[in-house]
């Protein structure tokens, strides 16, 4: 099994700065993926940012230059740096990877709970 959490989720104002993380723990082998959607009330959720083993990351287009995803192997931690914040950017956001268990394993996908970003004067 395992679990991902999310955190660092809040409230913040207009042009501000977060720092969302997500903490993998349970049976991992290695995490071939990792990646951050969001859902905002009514609409359908979104990859933000995606981050591949290689280090090859992707972002949703509204959000380039302003978000930045990373990952720390060795505490098996993803971020999303959020800076110049906009009200677009209310959300929930989840953290996704995509995980071995062991090395002959498959790739399993698992998902966070969440947490809530608000971005608000």
């Known amino acids: 099994q395992v679990q991902l959490v999310e955190s660092g989720g809040g409230l913040v104002q207009p042009g501000g700065s977060l720092r969302l993380s997500c903490v993998a723990s349970?049976?991992?082998?290695?995490?071939?993926?990792t990646g951050w959607h969001r859902q905002a009330p009514g609409k359908q959720r979104e990859l933000v940012a995606q981050?591949?083993?290689?280090?090859?990351?992707n972002y949703l287009d509204s959000v380039k230059g302003r978000l930045t995803i990373s990952r720390d192997n060795v505490k098996n931690t993803v971020y999303l740096e959020m800076n110049s914040l906009n009200a677009e950017e209310t959300a929930v956001y989840y953290c996704?990877?995509?995980?071995?268990?062991?090395?002959?394993?498959?790739?399993?996908?698992?998902w966070g709970q969440g947490t809530q970003v608000t971005v608000s004067s």
């Open positions: 996704n990877a995509m995980v071995k268990t062991h090395a002959l394993g498959y790739v399993n996908e698992y």
């Open positions: 349970g049976r991992i082998f290695s995490i071939y993926a």
């Open positions: 981050i591949f083993s290689g280090g090859r990351t």
